[in-house]
């Protein structure tokens, strides 16, 4: 299975603030943890700020709405055992709101140098990306400024024209871009220096 050039290995959630221009493109099946990023000899990340919200569980909204804890061991094998449980399941509200609330305090204070920055939050899953995109709705900066894109949803049409949520969000009209498995390597937006995981790569 091909993997990402970049991927959090066994971290349950975290967030980036501030990436930069690549010094170099990294081979594709290469693969560095964001902690070792710039440890590099080349490092292909400049300026990052790392903040991580650490946590020894898994904290899980099953189908019937009840909150579960799992180890990540147990996390992981039912995950790679049960792909439509791991496909519906969300990460708890409360999992994720502290960091999406530390996220939402870094753009906060990146946007009051009147600059245009953005932030860009991924998702577990489908379900899960309309709860954050819901979630985030909550913060008086977000409200009515978050777009949600994925692959249910509008993306890019067959001759590659972004749909209206991309161009509101490179327009500053959306300050905030909620997506699962959308957005990767070549998307780029000038001012979106605020990175938001809250996803497992299996």
């Known amino acids: 299975m091909r993997r990402h050039s970049c991927k959090c290995l066994n971290k349950s959630s975290y967030s980036v603030d501030y990436f930069c221009p690549t010094t170099y ?20 990340i400049k ?55 530390k996220a939402v305090e870094i753009l906060t ?3 009051d140098t009147e600059r245009p920055h953005a932030m860009i939050v991924r998702a577990l899953n489908i379900p899960h990306a309309h709860r954050l995109y819901q979630l985030l709705q ?12 994925h692959s249910e949803k509008e ?18 009209e959306y300050i905030c871009l909620v997506h699962c498995g959308m957005v990767g390597e070549g998307f780029s937006h ?10 497992i790569i299996i």
């Open 155 to 172: 993306g890019f049409d067959l001759a590659g024209k972004p749909s209206a949520t991309y161009q509101r969000f490179f327009s500053g």
């Open 47 to 101: 300026r990052v700020m790392y903040k991580e919200a650490t946590s020894k569980a898994f904290l899980v909204e099953e189908l019937n709405g009840e909150e579960i804890e799992y180890t990540p061991e147990v996390f992981f094998a039912k995950a790679e055992s049960d792909k439509e449980w791991f496909r519906k399941i969300l990460l708890a509200d409360s999992f994720c709101l502290p960091v999406l609330e």
């Open 138 to 149: 909550n913060f008086p900066i977000l409200k009515e400024r978050v777009g949600l894109v």
């Open 109 to 111: 204070q990146k946007r």
């Open 25 to 44: 493109s990294p081979v594709t099946d290469y693969e560095f943890t964001i902690q070792d990023a710039w440890q590099l000899k080349e490092p292909p």
């Open 190 to 199: 000038p001012w979106a220096s605020v990175s938001v995981i809250l996803c």
